[in-house]
């Protein structure tokens, strides 16, 4: 691998992990978090708007492109900001969201008929432990229901990644597009009924709060996850996807560094399961 595609992937992996604690810091500003979520899906789907230009695929893709859409649009999103709104430590949400790659070898194993390795199979309950490891750590005891809905978000994640091998077709910019409508408009009615006010609520974001959101749709919705499509042109699955699990590396720096948040030893060693458990099964693929 080039010099300059090993830095590209630092940058993937920095904007994937910022998009913890800034989503964190916008919660902070009181801005609702479904509210949240489905402004940062209007801004991925204006960006793409210009390149999709309102091309329908074949009807056989419309079932998957509408199950991928859901859950990445809008279940993601759904439990990704509130289990970051939930929390009052970001560390474990980080950590929690690896349980994407064992969820999606699970899901792949169950509906595509992948076969799973033995290793794998070991890889995959370590990984399990680490999460209820960080269950035990006396300062986690009350984001458990925070890590439940990482956990969700994780399962739905995978979900969508189940889904996108039935899209591998069809143009990455139109599958996004549609997804960003897509997750704008449950996000949008669900922050309607939920939380109220969504015009006043909008009015009151602040030029702060509007920047990070910006950064949210525009740095990781859009050039993170496209560069690293960029990277799978030219690189096997294998060679790049095992460098995801650096994300919560930066994400937890970045963390300590926005809200001084020391994490524990147990949660250091849970994390650390985790995230080496989610490396050996991306290297096993």
């Not at 990984?127 to 009350?142: C, M, Y």
Request: hydrophobic share 55%.
């Amino acid at each position: 691998m080039l010099v300059r595609h090993y830095l590209l992937i630092l940058i993937i992996t920095f904007l994937f992990g910022s998009a913890y604690p800034i989503q964190k810091v916008i919660f902070n500003e009181d801005v609702p978090p479904l509210l949240m979520g489905s402004l940062r899906m209007l801004v991925l789907f204006v960006c793409l708007l210009p390149f999709w230009k309102f091309k329908m695929p074949d009807r056989k893709y419309w079932l998957p492109l509408l199950f991928f859409s859901i859950s990445m649009g809008f279940l993601v999103n759904v439990f990704m900001t509130l289990s970051l709104n939930e929390a009052n430590i970001v560390s474990p949400i980080i950590i929690g969201s690896q349980l994407a790659v064992p969820f999606a070898i699970l899901l792949s194993s169950l509906f595509l008929k992948e076969k799973v390795s033995i290793k794998k199979w070991v890889f995959i309950f370590v990984s399990f432990f680490g999460i209820i490891l960080l269950g035990f750590d006396p300062l986690i005891r009350n984001e458990i229901f925070a890590l439940i809905l990482i956990s969700l978000m994780a399962f739905f994640y995978a979900s969508a990644q189940v889904f996108s091998r039935y899209l591998k077709d069809l143009e990455v910019t139109m599958t996004n597009a549609i997804m960003g409508l897509t997750g704008f408009i449950f996000l949008i009615i669900s922050s309607a009924i939920f939380e109220g006010q969504t015009v006043k609520e909008i009015s009151e974001i602040s030029l702060q709060s509007w920047l990070l959101i910006l950064h949210s749709g525009i740095f990781v919705s859009l050039v993170a996850h496209m560069s690293m499509f960029y990277l799978y042109r030219i690189y096997t699955v294998n060679r790049v996807f095992p460098f995801y699990t650096l994300f919560p590396v930066f994400g937890v720096i970045l963390t300590f560094l926005i809200f001084y948040e020391i994490p524990s030893t147990i949660t250091i060693i849970g994390g650390l399961i985790v995230i080496l458990s989610s490396y050996f099964i991306n290297k096993e693929n």
